[in-house]
Every structure is written in C-alpha cells, then in structure tokens.
C-alpha cells in the first residue's frame, strides 16, 4: 500500500502547533515566577465559592495579592503533612478543627490579641488554630411532615422507637463525629453508646454527607436528619422559601445543638508572618464576621458583628459549655460507631 | 482468502526481533512515571502500625471485597452490552442522527462523578422528580435507588464511553472484507455479526472493559452518594476521618493488588490471534449497512443511553441553573477556568498520547515479558483514588522536582500518569489492526526504525490515537484531585469551579460550570469522534443493503 503523504503532513503540522503551544506554556509559567519576594498563600478548606469575596475585601483593603489553593479539607491537610516545611503555605484555613488537629505540629502559636478576640471554647487550648465562624448542629424537619412543636426537646429522644424508619443522617460526617464526641464527654460512653443503638435500631437511611441529607428532608424522603446548620440557608436561597424543610435547635441543653467552628492557623514556617497575623485579624474584624453572618449564614463569633436575622443569636442556642479544644478522641467516636454498626 | 488463512497469519513474526533502544528508553521511562504512585505507597507504608492489619481484615473486609467485586462486574458486563451496539449503529448503520449520537454518545464520560450522581439521585431518588412525574398515577414513593441497583446505573452511564471509543477506532479500521466474505457465504447480518465483527472486536472490547473496571474500582463521588460500599470508599472515608497517610497508603496497596489481579484476569482473555489485514491492497473504508426500515429502531436504541446519561443530567443542570436564577442567585466567572480547562486538557490528550505511543508499539511489535511489564504497569494508576495519585506526586514534585512543583508541568504529568491507559489501550488495539508486513516492506525499503515508525506506524494509528486523546481529553476536562491539588496556585479550571459550587450546595453555580463544562467538551469531541473514516461528507452513498448481501 501507498504511504499516505498527506496525514504525514497532518501529523507534522499537529506536532509544531502543539510544540508552539507549550513554548507558550513555558513563557507563561516562567513570568509569573520573577517576583523577589515570596507570595502570601493560603490554603483554604473552605470553598471558594463561599470565601471569594471576602479575600478580594482584603486584596482590596491591605493592597496585598493573595493566592489561594482551594481544596477539601482534609486534602489539604494531607498536601501540607506531605510538603512539610517546603509548603508554599502561609495560612491554613479549614473548615472544622479536625483538619488544623492533624496538622498542628507545622503551626505556630497565635498571639493572644488574635485568641482573645474569641470565645476560649472557640480557640484550641494550645492556640495553634483560632475559630473564624460558627456552626451550630441542628435537625432539620421537613415542614409538610412536621413542626416544631411535633419535635422532643432532646436530640436524646430520637433514639424512641417512635421515631422508627423517619430519621437521616451522615455516619461518616465530620461534624457529627464532633457531636457524637461531645456527647461522649457530657454523657459518659454508656449513655452515648445506648443512645447510638436506639438510633441505629430507628434504621436510619444513610447519606454520603450533608447536602443530599438536607435535600433528601426536603423532598420528604426523611422526616427529620441531623445535619449543621447553613446547608438549609443554602437551599432556601437556590429554591426559594417553599422548601419544604427548617432547622430546629433542640431545646434542651445538649450536645443536639453543639457549635463548632471554622478556624484558621498560621505555618511555622511562614516568611510572611506579618501579613499573615494581618489576614487572620481581617477575619475576625467587623468586617470579616460580618461577612461570614450575612453571606455564609454563620454564626459570628465576637460581637463586632451583626447576626443574620435568619439566625438565633449565638447566646440563645442551648450549647453544652465543652471546649472544642477538648473533641479530640474522634477515633474513639469512630471505634464506637463501628462497635454498633452505623459505620463499616 | 479464508478465515482460518486470516486468523493463522501471524504478527508473531515479529517475535525475537530486537526492540530499538529509543523504544525500550522511552517505555522504561514512562513506565516508570506511572508506577511512582506505588513507589510511594511502598514508602508510606513503612513505619505503618500494627493496627493496619486489623482495618484490613475487619471482620466485614471479606464482605467489601465481594461488594467491589460484584459492582466491578456489574458495571463491565452492562458497559459493554451498552456500548458494542451503540458502536456498531453509529459506525456501520445508516441510523438517522448517526452524527449527532455519536457525539452525543460519548458526553456522559466527561461529567464528574458527583455530578452525575447527584443529578440521578434527585431525578430518581424516592421522592425524586419522577415521583413528581408519577404522582398523578398513585405513585408516592419510589423503591430506593440506593445500594448496588443505583451504585452500578451511575456507573455505567459514566463508563461505557471507555469501551465505546475503543470500539469505534477498531470498527473504522477493521478490514471490510471479511464482513463482506461472510454475507457472501450466506452469512446473515446477526450472524455475520458474532462470527466475525465480535471476534476482531475482542481487543478493543477488553481494553475498553479493563478501563471500566478500574475506573469502577477508583471511584469514590459516585458510590458514596449513591450509599454502596465498596473499598475506595472504605479508605477514603477513613482517609477523610483520620487523616492518617500511613493507614491510607496501606489500604491503597490492597487496591493495587485487586487492580494487579483485574490486569492478570484481562491477560488471560487476550488472545495471541491476529487481528489485521493479511492481504494487500489499498485500504477501504467499511461501507455501512443499510438498515433499511430497522434504522429508526436503531437511532431509538443509540438514544436511550444518551437521553439516560446525558439529556436528563443535563436537562436537571438545567433546571437548577433556571431555578436559582430566579432566586437572584449569582454566576462564577466562567471565561478563564473555561479557556484553561481547554488548553490544559488539549495538552494532557497531546502529551499523553505522545507517552503511550512507545509502550503501545513495544508492547504489540516486540512482545517479551519486559514489554508487557512496561504496559501493564500503566494501568494501576488507573485504579487507585485521584486522591492518591495526587498525592504521591506531591510527594514525586516536592522531593524530586522541586522546581516544577504547582506548575503546569507537574499538573500536566499527573495527567498523563493517571490517564495513560485509556491511550495505551486504544493505541494498542489500534496496532492490533496494522499489518506488520507494511511496517517490514517500508524498512526493507530503505526506511530507518525511527523513520517507519513516524512515516508510517504513526499515521496508520490514527484512528486509535484520536479515540485516546479523546478519552484523555474528556478525563483531564473532569478531573479533579489532581487538578484542585497540584494545579499552579490560583489556576482554575471547569472541574475546580463545579466542585467549588457543588461541595457548598451552590445549585446554580454549579450547574452553570457543568453545562458548560459539557459545552466546552463537546466541539473537541466532536472532532476527535467524527474525524475518522467514513465520516466524511458523500459517503452516504456507499450503502450496503442487507437484503442483497445476504441474498
């Protein structure tokens, strides 16, 4: 057969128009690296989609550029252990203090002007990490199924077999590991552990996290779930007020309504310290919690700021007084998870 | 010519030729690129507590084990009842639309696992919108889609484009003849069918299958949402608890050696028949059947994986995008993560293809057990989490190539190491297809090894190197670890905005990026997929009716 001389000529034109495509990546990569000194960069656990505009606020306020690496939490944890100290990160902001826990050893401590601005139960006990926002948990209800008044006052109750077939939740969630691990500090393991079967005895259906759990009582596919707080805010706003579901913060002083936090710690390794500190403070200023209340449905933690009027006040949710310091032993939640079947 | 005359001709001859040293170079080194990620789980592994043997053998490991199992080989076998049909129709029939759902056909693969599951579950979730659809009929609830059933439909409408694209590139190449000798024997066209199409198709149809399983091995978005188990999700779950990288590279070991034994099981169904053309001649394009009244039913049959995998998601991305809207809710900037998702995933198909062609060519051309070593080894990445492929090159980038970490080379090189196979494989079983006699008369006549092989391997492999770069293309476009971990810091592209969006139940945003994630996709592939024989325009003429062939 004859060799086809046009697709030769085909194959050699692609091959030069894609060198002449990478010359131009070269060039592109290589004048961004000219700079002396080092950018400031952050890596967030926190989405871009929620935080965008508040580091543009800051780009805009201090005149300094600042790059950020989105990813998930506990990626991002993991990316800075296997970097260590030649991280390229100044700040690591994550999204539960799990994600700063397992990372603490590359964080330095935070002045106490910064610690102070919070609550002590919303900063770790080393003061490695300083919270920037709470969440609180809740259940949310769907509200063609439900009312309030239909709900007990304790998240304990849930485990009543009256509530058989009607519950959701995430067993693998992080947030409700916190929760399971507060409630293993303000019950003792026996009631915590009973309180799990009773739930696990009601078949709970599963979900991979909190999201489709919040769609799933609002389709009325569950009746109640336990879920943190803002992913309601977030469907009222894409569908509208006719979403068919609402929080209910237990009435009972429980860990049902614990709050966590956000929060946020500074690399030991850090050359831009300063700006560092600066950013760290720009969350936590008026401005910053104020953004976290009005445009990520959260609860600020200092009273610089205004609360979302969607929200109740931070001081009228029955909380259980616990440290967040102190949800350490989450492996013993997970061990005991496991011991009664909710996780595999 | 007979088919015993066919299948007897072998491309063995080539055995016992010494390979060029380039070839061997060139394949060590990219053979090597791809195991780093194990390299690196070895090393994790070391200093790994005692505990990991209890994680291992959990007293419900063995049941994990079959739920992986039995999901792997759902999803295969579906895939390809899926896939072979729709790649006969739009390649050899005169179905009506046949451009258009060949295109169409391929889309599902580049929706990200999320996505994807997300959209089935609030179409056909208990209380989902078919319910609503129902409802007028009684229906109040439907039976969960949760489980295995829904685990193996998101799956599939993921997967079958990796044995559809294959398939197509070996059905554009296969020798007409031999369909066109079995209807002269009185052959009918379902017979001819098995007896001869579906045997030449055994390549493509096991490399596209050994890609759906690892890539069912792999996922983690899918199956969790769609609540099944299987041992991704167990590591990652774990993985995302804990944080514990030690636990987590052991665990990823244990996939390596489920994605090893999937490697050794496809090995045994390989063949060492020949699948090219024994005679000379100048090549024909295969002529299409004309299917006559049937071709409707046939267009109904292509339609119904893309109206299932492709119009539905799109049309509740749709619905989401319109709802918010409504709701005042705001758009992500699109322009730039648009054009850097193009430009990053042309290149990855580019620089991808490029990687495979010496270990596609060494390992058909110069079979030892080195070259299948080297081609083999390709394909573990495939079936490991994004996660940690991610993450060993992190590891590769910060202790080795330091200066090229959270560039766009290193982003570049992820890609290619974590979707080599999908290039390898179509690369191969489009040299299956090439006689090697060509490649021998074009040295024989003066022609050096590196000369045949740009003059003539090269350009004969087509059709296999466009099926790969479009699978690499569609990969890279909805790839995410890699690109959220080891993108340039400040790079954003269609799959980090939709996964931005998506993980904060940001509806409109989300939808807004995955249409047009879709959109951005759909040219290129268009190309990639039309770009082959037989598509161009005035062949629709060359027929072949049924009727008189089989007569």
Redesign the interface.
Known sequence: ????VA??WR?VI?VVL?SM??TL?VA??SG?ESSDSK?F?VYSGR????IAPLIADFEEVTGQKV??????T??L???L????D?T?ADVYFAQDP??LG?VDSMLTELPADILASVPDWAHDPENKWVGTSGRARVVVYNTDMLTEADLPDSIEDFANPEWKGRIGWAP?N?SL?AMITAMRQEWGEDRTRSWLEGIVANEPK???KN??T???AG???IEVGFVNHY?LH??I????ESFAARNYYTRAVDPGSLVLVAGVGLIEESDNKDLAKQFIKFLLSASGQQYFASQTYEFPLNDNAKPNNLLPALADITKPSIDLGDLID??GT?NLLREVGA?? | MTFSGVISTGWRSTDGKRPPTFLVASSAIVALAALIPVGYLLIRSIGAGSDWFDIVFRA?TAA?FGRTFMLILLVTIISIMVAVPVAWLTVKSNIPLRRVLSVASVLPLVMPSFVMA?TV??MY????VLQGWLSGLGVNRLPDI?GLGGATFVLVLMTYPYVLLTVRGALRRMDPALEEAARAMGYGPMHTFRAVTLPMLRPAITGGSLLVALYTLSDFGGV??L?Y?TFTS?IM?Q?????D?TLAAVLSLVLVVIAVLLLLGEGFTRGSGAYHRST????RTGRRFDLGNWRWAGAAAVSVPVLIGLIIPVGVLVH?LV??L??D?QL?PLLIPARNSL?VS??AA?VTVMAALPVAILAVRFRSRMSRFFERSVYIGFGLPG?VV??SL??FG?NVA?PLY????LLLFAYAVLFLPASVGALRSSLLQVNPR?EEA?QGLGRSQWGVI???T??LV?PGALAGGAMVFLLTMKEL?AT??LS???Y?TLS??I???A???????TAGAALLLVLVAGVPTAYLTLRGHGDKVGDSDRLMKIDEVAR
């Not at chain 1, 989405?47 to 929620?50: D, G, I, M, V, W």
């Open positions: 057969m004859g060799i086809d697709k030769i194959v692609s894609f495509l990478l990546a592109c990569s961004e950018p960069v989405s871009e989609s929620l790059q950020v690496n989105y990813g998930s506990s990626t944890a993991a990316t252990l296997e970097e260590g030649n390229p799990g994600g397992a693998t992080g590991h599963i979900y991979a999201t489709p919040v769609a799933a389709a009325g596919e992913y977030r469907f706003a894409e569908v509208g989450l492996a997970q996780l595999p | 419900n994990v997300t579950i609030e979730s208990p209380k989902g949760y969790t949402l609540r188990q167990t779950i993985y995302q608890s804990s944080i990288r000379v001649g100048a090549v989401w709802r918010g409504l709701n809710q992500l430009y042309l290149l580019f996660v991610a993450l992190v590891f910060i330091r959270q560039s766009i080379w060509v074009a740009f003059s003539v090269v350009p087509m670890p959220l971990i340039p810091i400040g954003r980090s905005s996964w931005s969006a993980s904060e139940a940001f509806f409109a945003k």
